[in-house]
């Protein structure tokens, strides 16, 4: 552990001076220390640096960093070197160098679909079948959101009381997976952009947060939610805590079961935590009267949440995924790895994200498919779904309702059907019926891709992931690290160095009975029923597109 004396004596090597009497001395470089890296040692530094700090450093200027090892030097250090090296090395690099680029928070969310050569389909109303218009909302959302939802501009302001709780943990780390790369001794080079350090442990929080601020802002005194595996309820609690609202969560009794510690986020951050299907809402009363034993769904939950929001003047509803707000929020993640690729001379030619709902997928994708729409890049974007709730590789392109009770607008989206349950996988947050409608508009557009893969192989790549990168992740990244791990064994075939880019979006620390599930060989494959996908299709209104 590093020592520093206190800095009015530091100690220089032949005295003690008092920083506010005395100049240092100017520091002189060895004629031999002025070497230069060669490009791919830069970036080698330059994905080593981002592990210890969300905004990545340039290593070009290879001079500094010899002058701040002669001043460091200066310093009463009692550690071995290897520490230095790898840790306060770099946080120094950061604290001294004001010339160095560094990647900043993005002030602006952005909206791709101000750059879509044909817009998305809009949202219909549930009893009409007329377009939605804001006042339909009302009851849902606050007005900014819905103004938000309904945007064609290009770029958002972010709020600066948003930006301020971002700073807690963003900028996110970009991370070279060198030692993945070297377990699957493949000529890949992967990178992950790592969303767990937030306080909740995941993605979430970059919308929780702008969301119950503009509920805070139009003096809301409630908001209420439905989550899978519990992370986006968490992130609505801790972003409640902060903004002094209520907190109701609806949670998916599959996933309110096997994560308990979840729930106790969320109770700590001031939540109440029911599981769903319940007997609090006339939607949980009819699902548990035709299975009382119901594993639940994210369909289930949202039913359950809205009818509380719907019924109550000052509580609204928020949701984790899906519409357009949400995506919006979460680009923050893209925009941000776009300046830290750039920063590190490199561009991805395959992105790959897990979907389910498709926030954290839309998040990491949407800039990038912006630079492709643009001519910049010409990147591979592929989504990674669980195969037993595969709405984009086995759904319908459809108008359907977004929860299972039909309170929802319709919105045409890749969808099982509304009132599909999936088995209860271990991934929660990818039990969704359907797939954001922006996301399957930008499928049928052809600018993404998608594959389904089993658990087993996730948790297995889990496994190769956990024990060479140190991170363990929670479920659901472990479909686009399972299919990472497919590409990069294939570019050992075939001897291609492509730059594989995936979406980290969240720690596994609250999912560990899942890991033992699996180390234990109890852990089985599930997958959708043909004939319980065709009855639930069978549900899906007939609307002329």
């Known amino acids: 552990m590093l020592c520093f004396e206190p800095l009015e004596t530091l100690k220089t090597p032949n005295s003690y001076y008092n920083l506010q009497q005395q100049q240092p001395k100017k520091?002189?470089?060895?004629?031999?220390?002025?070497?230069e890296l060669n490009p791919e040692e830069e970036k080698d530094q330059m994905a080593t640096n981002s592990v210890f700090f969300g905004n990545p450093?340039?290593?070009?200027?290879?001079?500094?960093?010899?002058?701040?090892?002669?001043?460091?030097?200066?310093?009463s250090v009692r550690t071995k070197p290897m520490y230095l090296r790898l840790s306060n090395v770099y946080r120094a690099r950061a604290a001294l160098g004001a010339d160095l680029k560094a990647v900043e928070i993005p002030r602006q969310w952005y909206n791709l679909i101000a750059d879509l050569p044909v817009k998305p389909p809009p949202y219909l109303h549930p009893k009409t079948l007329e377009p939605i218009k804001p006042e339909d909302l009302y009851a849902l959302f606050p007005d900014e959101l819905i103004k938000q939802e309904a945007s064609t501009e290009k770029f958002i302001d972010i709020p600066d009381e948003v930006l301020d709780v971002y700073s807690l943990w963003r900028p996110t780390p970009l991370i070279r997976a060198k030692r993945l790369e070297k377990l699957l001794d493949t000529p890949a080079r992967i990178y992950y952009k790592y969303e767990g350090n937030s306080p909740a442990g995941s993605h979430k929080p970059n919308t929780a947060i702008p969301q119950v601020w503009y509920n805070a802002q139009q003096g809301i005194k409630n908001v209420v939610t439905e989550t899978g595996a519990g992370q986006w309820g968490s992130s609505l609690a801790f972003a409640c805590s902060l903004f002094g609202?209520?907190?109701?969560?609806?949670?998916?009794?599959?996933?309110?079961?096997?994560?308990?510690?979840?729930r106790l986020m969320m109770q700590t951050w001031g939540a109440k935590v029911h599981p769903s299907p319940s007997n609090i809402t006339e939607a949980g009363r009819k699902i548990l009267q035709m299975d009382p034993s119901s594993p639940g769904s994210l369909g289930i939950a949202i039913s359950e949440a809205v009818e509380i929001a719907a019924?109550?003047?000052?509580?609204?509803y928020c949701l984790g995924s899906?519409?357009?707000?949400v995506l919006l929020h979460q680009t923050v993640i893209g925009e941000e790895c776009l300046k830290q690729m750039e920063a590190i001379g490199e561009t991805p030619d395959l992105i790959i994200g897990c979907t389910g709902g498709g926030s954290n997928f839309a998040g990491l994708s949407f800039p990038f498919i912006r630079e492709k729409l643009n001519g910049k890049i010409n990147p591979i974007i592929r989504a990674v779904e669980p195969t037993a709730c595969p709405s984009l590789t086995k759904g319908v392109y459809?108008?359907?309702?977004?929860?299972?009770?039909?309170?929802?607008p319709l919105m045409k989206m890749h969808t099982l059907g509304h009132d599909f349950i999936p088995d209860p996988i271990h991934a929660g947050g990818l039990r969704y019926h359907g797939m954001a409608p922006l996301i399957s508009h930008v499928y049928e557009l052809g600018y993404m891709e998608a594959i389904a893969i089993p658990q087993t192989e996730c948790f297995?790549?889990?496994?190769?992931?956990?024990?060479?990168?140190?991170l363990i992740p929670a479920p659901e990244p472990t479909h686009a690290i399972a299919a990472t791990i497919r590409e990069a064994l294939r570019c050992r075939e075939t001897g291609e160095s492509k730059v594989i880019l995936t979406a980290m979006c969240g720690h596994g620390h609250f999912d560990l009975p899942s890991y033992d599930k699996y180390l234990q060989g109890n852990m089985v494959d599930l997958s959708f029923s043909e004939e319980k996908i065709q009855a639930s299709l069978a549900n899906v209104p007939q609307v002329l597109a």
């Open 27 to 35: 520091l002189e470089l060895n004629p031999e220390e002025e070497k």
């Open 57 to 75: 450093v340039p290593s070009s200027l290879a001079t500094r960093g010899r002058v701040e090892k002669q001043w460091l030097r200066h310093f």
């Open 245 to 262: 609202l209520g907190c109701e969560v609806w949670q998916v009794r599959a996933s309110y079961d096997q994560k308990p510690y979840r």
């Open 311 to 316: 019924t109550n003047a000052d509580t609204k």
């Open 322 to 325: 899906v519409l357009n707000h």
């Open 398 to 408: 459809a108008y359907d309702y977004g929860d299972t009770a039909g309170m929802t």
């Open 460 to 470: 297995q790549g889990a496994i190769q992931f956990a024990r060479s990168e140190g």
